[in-house]
């Protein structure tokens, strides 16, 4: 490589459109995923105060923020359903007419078209404890707990789910999961898995927008340990051979050493949840002046996908898309 003065690297960076010729990683509305959630019994969009501009959405706002969404261009949507029924196991999941399942089918009529229809699959939601799975004492029964996630993915994909994505970090969920798919006629429904997610102080904000907060313990016995990185490979190498289409690191912003490693020893499809807490970091500053929100929020992104993220779930896609078109 020559040195200075024959090579002054700043001029590549001397004009915006010398800057965006020779840009390494791209960025576009087609790159990001939006999370929505849809809440039963509710007779007008809650807001979410730890996530401002996010809602807990009846069918109908939830329609029309997905078409918004949709005409910005963004690749998909993923759903999060809140029933007003929670029991032990969680059985509104895998209800036929639950209202998740409504929101799917109404969804798939009008945008699916334009982009995928992705379906969160856990029970934290559905369970009066909160816990991911049914429960054994204290621990959640892993087994018990796969032949449930099975069933809900069967419902899911005939409400018409375009992607089922479990989040639960049970052993073994994806094959159990393919395998009733499998079985149930739906072969080309694609699993996009949840393989690295941790035990994270970054889903806050979600919590209160799921309501799914653990009533006891946390979820540390299930999902990983952030100081372990083989471990996310393993988990990874795990899924693909169970069947897994695509697969996920989450939270994003503190993994993306994990995002890079994913990427570079597997060549799979790669998403990356970039969490309600890094939107809620994000937002909180911006509010008091603190940072400008379009500017830090467009960099979290374009590092999310310099690391080796294909799609990025995010809560600032709408806005995301409007900047970038
Ligand atoms: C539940 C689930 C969580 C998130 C997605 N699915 C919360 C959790 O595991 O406690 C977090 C998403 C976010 O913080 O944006 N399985």
């Not at 390494?24 to 007008?44: C, M, N, R, Y």
């Not at 807990?56 to 005409?71: D, F, G, N, P, Y």
């Not at 559905?126 to 996630?149: F, K, M, P």
Request: charged content about 25%; some cysteine; proline content about 6%.
């Amino acid at each position: 490589m020559p040195s200075f003065p024959s090579y002054r690297p700043r001029r590549l960076r001397g004009t915006a459109a010398l800057r965006r010729a020779f840009a390494e990683t791209s960025l576009q509305p087609s790159h990001l995923i939006a999370p929505l959630f849809v809440k039963e019994g509710i007779d007008e969009a809650a807001p979410i105060s730890s996530m401002p501009g996010h809602y807990q959405h009846t069918l109908e706002s939830l329609i029309k923020e997905a078409r918004e969404l949709v005409e910005r261009g963004v690749a998909g949507v993923i759903l999060f359903g809140i029933p007003a029924h929670k029991d032990p196991e969680g059985s509104e999941a895998w209800n036929d007419s639950g209202y998740l399942q409504q929101a799917l089918r109404t969804i798939k009529d009008e945008v699916s078209e334009a982009a995928l229809v992705v379906a969160d699959l856990c029970l934290c939601e559905y369970t009066d404890h909160g816990h991911c799975g049914v429960l054994d004492g204290e621990l959640v029964d892993n087994d018990a707990t796969i032949d449930r996630y099975a069933r809900i993915a069967v419902s899911q994909a005939r409400s018409g789910a375009d992607v089922i994505a479990p989040s639960g970090m049970m052993d073994g969920q994806v094959a159990a999961i393919r395998s009733s798919l499998d079985d149930s006629g739906f072969p080309n429904i694609p699993v996009l898995a949840y393989s690295a997610k941790y035990a994270s102080g970054f889903y806050g904000p979600f919590r209160e927008a799921a309501e799914g907060a653990p009533q006891f313990g946390d979820r540390k016995t299930y999902q990983q340990d952030p100081a372990n990185v083989e471990e996310a490979l393993r988990e990874v190498a795990l899924d693909i051979d169970e069947g897994a289409d695509a697969v996920m690191v989450k939270p994003a912003l503190p993994y993306l050493d994990v995002i890079r490693q994913v990427k570079d020893s597997f060549g799979y499809p790669t998403v990356a949840y970039n969490v309600s807490g890094e939107y809620a970091m994000v937002m909180a500053a911006a509010e008091r002046g603190w940072l400008d929100e379009r500017v830090a929020t467009l960099e979290a992104l374009t590092a999310i996908r310099r690391a080796g993220a294909d799609l990025v779930i995010t809560y600032h896609a709408k806005k995301a898309a409007e900047w970038l078109s």
